[in-house]
T-cell receptor, first 112, second 113 residues
Framework: GDSVTQMEGPVTLSEEAFLTINCTYTATGYPSLFWYVQYPGEGLQLLLKATKADDKGSNKGFEATYRKETTSFHLEKGSVQVSDSAVYFCALSYTGRRALTFGSGTRLQVQP | DTAVSQTPKYLVTQMGNDKSIKCEQNLGHDTMYWYKQDSKKFLKIMFSYNNKELIINETVPNRFSPKSPDKAHLNLHINSLELGDSAVYFC????????????FGSGTRLTVV
């Protein structure tokens, strides 16, 4: 079956540091890939997505590229802010036809 | 307007009680889901309905029963609550064929004491 593996957290960074959160996946077909963010006490929000190989999703300074050859979708941001502190989830699915399969989440803590 | 709304936001109840969580979406989506998020933040699919028809029923105790009176609503009823049911439950919706992803409700934090 499909699965998503994320790096364990927490990831602790100073403000303006570079962020990478690793995500790799195993899939039987050709899924769409997503990053969701969960701020403290809130629900999940879609951060960015990519629907096919070599697509780059981007939003709010975050980027991730769908790499079929390495089955990866790593999340990056050049300069994090305290307000980016949250839990980040990598996920896959098939254009809304099935439930999302989530990774275990990575908590990011950004210190001033 | 809230796209996916869940009620209640918080629910504290005693072991053995029966409780329901309601979910409504106004996006016109055909598919709705219930996810459970445990204390370690891991998210796992419980149920999925497409146009009122159950299409995903993961390994969940039969004390959990989803009900979809119409495609805009998916409620979750839990019988004989146990301590291990304490979690955050998220409702979500999606539209097959669309690439916009899934829209989540804000969650219901269930605490069983």
């Amino acid at each position: 079956g499909d699965s998503v593996t994320q790096m364990e957290g927490p990831v602790t960074l100073s403000e303006e540091a570079f962020l990478t959160i690793n995500c790799t996946y195993t899939a039987t077909g050709y899924p769409s890939l997503f990053w969701y963010v969960q701020y403290p006490g809130e629900g999940l929000q879609l951060l960015l997505k990519a629907t096919k190989a070599d697509d780059k999703g981007s939003n709010k300074g975050f980027e991730a590229t769908y790499r079929k050859e390495t089955t990866s979708f790593h999340l990056e941001k050049g300069s994090v802010q305290v307000s980016d502190s949250a839990v980040y989830f990598c996920a896959l699915s098939y254009t809304g036809r099935r439930a999302l399969t989530f990774g275990s989440g990575t908590r990011l803590q950004v210190q001033p | 307007d809230t796209a996916v709304s869940q009620t209640p936001k918080y629910l504290v109840t005693q072991m053995g009680n029966d409780k329901s969580i309601k979910c409504e979406q106004n996006l016109g989506h055909d598919t709705m889901y219930w996810y459970k998020q445990d204390s370690k933040k891991f998210l796992k699919i419980m149920f999925s309905y497409n146009n009122k028809e159950l299409i995903i029923n993961e390994t969940v105790p039969n004390r959990f029963s989803p009900k979809s009176p119409d495609k805009a609503h998916l409620n979750l009823h839990i019988n004989s609550l146990e301590l291990g049911d304490s979690a955050v439950y998220f409702c979500a919706s999606s539209q097959p064929g669309q690439i916009y992803g899934y829209t989540f409700g804000s969650g219901t934090r269930l605490t069983v004491v």
